[in-house]
């Protein structure tokens, strides 16, 4: 019918009267030309097939699921139709649309983990053909990051084994936010002949210290193994480099120093309030601000209140209330003043 006729809407039409065994079958042999004619009832043909076939003329429901047991969906290998969509680009992302929604490919985490292995192994195997730019174009619809990033990686090396480190650089300017390890290929190429050229240092470098990469120690043992650079080429990174970490330094001194003041002043009042006397010489109230009389409550912050004031303005009896007020005024302390104060609450020997 499809061969001599050229009937494929009728031979559509046949194979969904079909079993799932004689439909399957007979789309892998006619499917690429039935695609070719009738690209869109083709594909949601295939899309049926692929994920709950029924023939048409069988009932939606079957006995067994009338009485209550369960029957297991008839469905055939996705994978042995995506060829047939290569001319078609348009029905081919629909297919995989779908294809990705029902799930077919990945009914549990260990199926799923089982289908990644087997396709990082076709992209690392050398010998096998396939189109690299519609590999990564697949990988890109579906989300699987482990095949991009290799794909990326694949054309960081082909650049830099071609001598082509402009090209490589590129690939990393335009991943490298994504991927930042791109930028560690290119460091660690090893080939003697095609190093990346010394006017592309500073820039890789530079990425390599804002982005944390690599330790100081290991990109200057990388770069020791090729003989091509010399110590004027990355003397500004190294510069650069003591120059951070002594800021970091700088920074740490100063907050130590400041921290052991404020612990020193703290000690020594604790100091006084636990073997001196102290005077209360406030006259006024804190609340009213009217002269204090008898009876009056004194905290050791100098703030005195009048007994009945106290009592109306007080949130908690071992609080002061002026300290209290003013102190959910402030705004929060940053994070390592935070800390300084909860080390210095514990029990210091």
């Known amino acids: 019918m499809i061969e001599d006729k050229k009937a494929y809407a009728e031979a559509l039409e046949y194979l969904a009267d079909l079993e799932f065994e004689d439909a399957d079958a007979h789309m892998k042999t006619y499917g690429l030309k039935l695609i070719q004619h009738l690209p869109k009832e083709s594909t949601k043909f295939l899309i049926a097939l692929c994920t709950d076939y029924k023939p048409r003329s069988k009932p939606l429901v079957d006995e067994a699921s ?49 289908y990644e292995e087997k396709i990082m192994k076709v992209l690392r195997d050398p010998t096998a053909n396939y189109d690299k ?56 190429w090893r080939s003697p002949n095609n190093p990346p050229a010394t006017e592309h240092l500073p820039e890789l470098l530079s990425v390599i210290a804002s982005e944390k ?75 009213c601000n009217r002269p204090l009389e008898l009876p009056s409550v004194h905290f050791l912050c100098q703030h005195s209140f009048h007994q009945h004031c106290f009592q109306s303005y007080s949130e908690s009896e071992r609080e002061c209330p002026a300290c209290g007020t003013r102190a959910r005024r402030e705004p929060p302390p940053p994070a390592a003043d935070s800390l300084h104060a909860r080390l210095h609450q514990q029990h210091d020997p």
């Open 213 to 287: 990469l690599l330790s100081p120690i290991l990109v200057v043992d990388c770069l020791a193994s090729i003989s091509s650079y010399t110590l004027g080429d990355v003397r500004k990174y190294l510069t650069d480099v003591l120059k951070s970490e002594s800021d970091v330094i700088t920074r740490e001194q100063e907050l130590a120093a400041k921290y052991k003041a404020e612990s020193g002043k703290m000690k020594t009042h604790i100091h006084t309030l636990q073997h001196e006397p102290v005077t209360f010489q406030s006259s006024k109230c804190a609340a």
């Open 133 to 188: 730019d519609q590999t990564l174009v697949i990988c890109q619809m579906l989300g699987f990051r482990a095949g991009i990033l290799h794909l990326w990686r694949a054309q960081v090396a082909l650049h830099m084994r071609a001598g082509e480190a402009e090209a490589a650089l590129d690939v990393c300017r335009r991943r490298g936010a994504l991927a930042p390890r791109l930028w560690l290929d290119v460091l660690w």
């Open 66 to 114: 009338l009485s209550g047991g369960y029957r297991e969906p008839d469905r055939a290998d996705p994978d042995d139709y995506i060829h047939m969509f290569l001319s078609n680009s348009e029905q081919l992302i629909e297919f995989l649309e779908h294809m990705t929604a029902a799930d077919v490919q990945a009914k549990s985490p260990d199926k799923k983990a089982e």
